[in-house]
């Protein structure tokens, strides 16, 4: 590759700009595992972004954090689409946390 054909390719790079809030990952739920705290706090971070995560690795538990995080923040209400089949699970899921639904 030419250096001239680097630059260019180089030049068509662009990296997102976090528009979230600040996130640290003491301000994450403790019961959290490492890896939802991480994917919480990008979440957070960031603003915008989607967890396309595996089944089982407690995306309900991340979204339910992302919003109270969020409110605590901006303020607000925040709103959770989620099928239907799956509300029990985000209503067990937030009394386990603590998070008022």
């Known amino acids: ?12 790079v662009t990296l997102p700009t976090d528009i979230g809030f600040p996130c640290e990952p003491h301000e994450v739920n403790p019961q959290l595992k490492p ?10 971070r960031g603003g915008r972004r989607a967890l396309f995560a595996a089944f089982g690795l407690g995306k309900s538990v991340m979204q339910l954090e992302i919003v109270r995080i969020t409110r605590a ?5 925040g709103l959770l689409v989620i099928p239907l089949g799956v509300r029990q ?6 009394a386990m946390l603590g998070v008022k639904v």
Request: proline share 0%.
């Open 35 to 44: 890896h939802q705290v991480a994917m919480v706090c990008w979440a957070v």
């Open 1 to 12: 590759m030419t250096d001239t054909y680097d630059t260019f390719l180089r030049a068509k």
């Open 73 to 77: 923040k901006a303020g607000g209400m």
């Open 89 to 94: 699970e985000f209503f067990r899921d937030a």
